[in-house]
């Protein structure tokens, strides 16, 4: 794996990165109250007495959201904590109407865990692990709203109590690319498990960059806090723009402050938001509305039993059971929506051909990974709910069975995405079929040799390269429709 540097006026600087996830578990209703979390509804119509912080109201904890936290901490191989304890984290702002957020400091539900990151992709198999300190759940503040009137601000508490993960890594990542690889299969284990749906857009997960420097065996340098990043990309943007102000500072014989940070990303750089409060600024104390968290067995028995077979488990399989190659089996684990797509393609192909899945294993990777995106990008009409497994399945049997070529396959998905015809009918009546019938590919083949009896004579002679151009011809004037198993043998036969 290359070494990322960055090279100053003093010499070579290495990058420690940490990462603060924060996840939005899936859950229909808040960590303390029954109120509802769909995103995008109009502003304060999802907001209980607990949510809006009425005195009197009493925090009641969502079993689901500790399931969800439970399950994300045991697909990360974590330590899972059966007793923990909220705190209550205490500051001002306008969004959070109780005055502190409920969190978890000093007893966190789950503790030390890992995840094993591919920083290139090409290359799934060449991994690094990296640490997780901790997961905590917390509550969501609201939103301010400043573009709603021209001298006042709006509160919208919608987002008020939501159930947070804190996923907090060690200063273990080096590079942007580790740690847009750490963001990436974070996202892809949460979305497996189905404890986030991974939406960084909707802000469903956002991530807190740390960031410092130092020369390369000395100690941590100073860390800055950027908050509320959103993208894989911007990620990495921040700790390239970072790791080189640091450095510029430093070399100019100045000090990094440890402050929390903003990013910009219009110019893809960051700025100061505040100095960092320290941690007792906050005033932890246990929450005294709620007693502490003790999960039984039962209760982590259910968690495990339920988890999924998650991506690497999910990779190797696909490689020593399917056959797949790493490159594929790595892209096609990537993300929940990828393998389910393959999965069932697969499973329907392996039905209709009679085959067992690995033999029809790469073909079904080729078409899903690469074939089937390609006509699809190129098709302007293609209406989304014509592409069924079924559909898919069906064209890429009539291909295992040799009945149509790779053109033909990719001209009838055209048809399927735009009318969601059948692909049997297609390949019948839009004349897609190719001949295997060995007469009529001979007849054509003869005539083929007759008009190039010149190259003929020159592949007699040994120029071996001619082959291609036979097929080729052969198949030009059958329009594409030849079976190209028996073009090949009929004109190895007939060229002696
Ligand atoms: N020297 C360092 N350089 C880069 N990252 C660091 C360094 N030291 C710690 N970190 C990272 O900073 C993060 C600290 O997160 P943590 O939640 O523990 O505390 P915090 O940021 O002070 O608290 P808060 O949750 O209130 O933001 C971790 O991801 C850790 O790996
Ligand atoms: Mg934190
Ligand atoms: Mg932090």
Known sequence: MSTYRIQGATGEWEVVIGLEVHAQVTSKAKLFSGAATAFGAEPNTQV????????????????????????????IDAQINKWSRFDRKNYFYADLPQGYQISQL???LVGEGHL?????????????RIGVERIHVEQDAGKLMHDQHPTMSYVDLNRSGVALMEIVSKPDMRSPAEAGAYVRKLRSILRYVGSCDGNMEEGSMR??????????GDEFGTRTETKNVNSVRFVMQVIEYEANRQVDVIESGGTVDQETRLFDPDTGTTRTMRSKEDAHDYRYFPDPDLLPLE???AFLHDCRESLPELPDAKRHRYENELGLSAYNAGQLTADVDVYQRYEAILGATADKTGKPEKDVATQVAN????????????TEDADEANDTTVANAGIIALQAAGTVGGGQAKEIYEIVLKTGREPDEIAETEGLKQTSDTGAIEAVIDEVLANNADKVEEYRGGKDKLFGFFVGQTMKAMKGKGNPAIVNEILKTKLG
């Open 116 to 128: 094993d990151v591919s920083p290139d992709e090409k290359n799934p198999e060449a991994t690094k």
């Open 207 to 216: 991530a807190d960059v740390n960031v410092s420097v130092r020369k390369p």
């Open 367 to 378: 078409w899903v990974l690469s074939v089937a995106p390609g006509v699809k990008n190129a």
């Open 106 to 108: 000093y007893h966190p």
């Open 48 to 75: 209980s007495l607990v949510d809006a912080a009425m005195p009197g109201m009493l925090p009641v904890p969502n079993r689901e959201c500790i399931r969800q936290a439970v399950r994300t901490g045991m697909a």
């Open 295 to 297: 999960l039984d067995d």
